[in-house]
């Protein structure tokens, strides 16, 4: 579900030199890791939005956004560590990508030499994908991952994989993480950053 919800919202469209019939595309596994990084720890995503509105980039509405995201129970129940390797987060997609390639929601096309060097990876969305994304938002249980998916589209914007990880990389419990095990929260430094923030009558925003 993830992974299809954020091929549907953080792809970019096809060209003509794309492989027909696909109505989304991520570039490189680097992007994709790091947006699903982002998904699964709702901590680090309302961190960069805090950062997002500090800078002016989105409206301060968003401060109230990013508060919700750690004191509501919902984000909390669907926090998902991942594992810092080589290269950042990462956790590997080929089973669950087989699964939806299997029912023709998506479909990755590996650049390079099978089993020797694959240089690149792009993850494409069918129609059937972006339909059954649509359907998922409709729901009222995993109609979650779709809201949620809205905001880290809008952190993460046009910037490439490497950027992304460049980015989260700032973050010391991060950087720091021993190579194999799951990345720390960092729930009570993006707390301490919300105490300077007002509290009130921020108007209702992202959501």
């Known amino acids: 579900m993830r992974l299809l919800v954020l091929m549907s919202r953080c792809g970019s469209p096809p060209t ?31 961190d960069e939005l805090i950062t997002l509105v500090e800078s002016g980039a989105v409206d301060k509405s968003y401060v109230k956004v990013a508060r919700k995201l750690l004191h509501d129970p919902e984000p909390d129940l669907r926090y998902y560590p991942m594992p810092k390797w080589l290269h950042g987060a990462y956790e590997p997609l080929d089973d669950a990508f087989s699964l939806l390639e299997t029912y023709g929601l998506a ?7 099978p089993g020797q060097n694959v240089s690149q ?16 938002a409709k729901d009222p249980v995993l ?24 980015r989260q990389y700032l973050q010391a419990t991060y950087a720091n993480a021993e190579l194999g095990l799951n990345i720390a929260s960092i729930a009570d ?4 950053r919300l105490a300077g923030h007002a509290t009130g009558d921020e108007a209702e925003g992202g959501r």
């Open 143 to 166: 109609g979650w991952y779709a809201k949620q998916v809205e905001l880290v589209a809008l952190i993460a914007g046009d910037d490439v994989g490497s950027r992304l990880k460049e």
């Open 16 to 46: 003509e030199v794309d492989p027909p019939g696909m109505v989304s595309v991520v570039r490189s596994e680097l992007r994709l890791q790091a947006t699903d990084f982002w998904l699964r720890n709702p901590d680090y995503l309302a």
């Open 189 to 192: 430094r993006v707390r301490e």
């Open 107 to 113: 479909s990755a096309v590996r650049r390079g030499t």
């Open 121 to 136: 990876t792009q993850f494409f969305l069918t129609a059937t994908g972006a339909a059954a994304a649509a359907e998922l």
